[in-house]
């Protein structure tokens, strides 16, 4: 199995930013994490950060030669980025929607997700575990 983890925008400034709701844990950190329960789980990992919408959307198509499913965290733009998911509707790939703060519980706009629809599943409010939930799910569950 082959995921392809993507982290959108201002997710290379975590450690940094608004810690009191995105913790005090950096990218590479959570890089490892994710690469670490990859190995435990026999599932082959590529992680990708991005600020641009542009650059998430060519990796996405990018994905449909050899991933099996996509692991998104699209930041801000999960809330208006319909190129994003559109993109993810196109490739067919099996998508989990991933967020680190509990969206629903935040300000009224990060509550509408509009890739939400096109995903097979969201994990939201586990800091960076959802990321690693996501992970687990995608090898037990067949999509």
């Known amino acids: 199995m082959k995921i392809l983890v993507i982290h959108g925008p201002n997710l290379n400034?975590?450690?940094?930013?608004e810690r009191h709701i995105y913790?005090?844990?950096?990218?590479?950190?959570?890089?490892?994490?994710?690469?670490?329960?990859a190995e435990k789980l026999k599932i082959e990992v590529e992680i990708?950060?991005?600020?641009?919408?542009?650059?998430?959307?060519?990796?996405?198509?990018?994905?449909?030669?050899d991933k099996n499913i996509i692991i998104?965290?699209?930041g801000a733009?999960?809330?208006y980025s319909y190129a994003i998911r559109d993109a993810i509707a196109s490739t067919r790939i099996p998508t989990i929607e991933?967020?680190?703060?509990n969206i629903h519980a935040r300000e009224?706009?990060?509550?509408?997700s509009v890739i939400a629809p096109?995903?097979?599943?969201?994990?939201?409010?586990?800091?960076?575990?959802?990321?690693?939930?996501a992970l687990k799910a995608a090898a037990e569950i067949e999509f």
């Not at 409010?125 to 959802?130: E, N, R, V």
Request: some cysteine.
């Open 77 to 79: 733009y999960t809330h």
């Open 23 to 37: 913790g005090t844990k950096d990218i590479s950190f959570v890089n490892e994490c994710i690469k670490k329960e």
């Open 98 to 101: 991933v967020h680190l703060s």
């Open 108 to 112: 009224e706009f990060r509550s509408k």
């Open 13 to 17: 400034l975590l450690g940094i930013r």
């Open 48 to 65: 990708f950060q991005s600020n641009s919408e542009g650059s998430i959307i060519d990796k996405i198509h990018e994905a449909m030669d």
């Open 118 to 133: 096109v995903c097979v599943g969201q994990i939201s409010g586990f800091s960076y575990h959802s990321y690693l939930l």
């Open 72 to 74: 998104i965290n699209a």
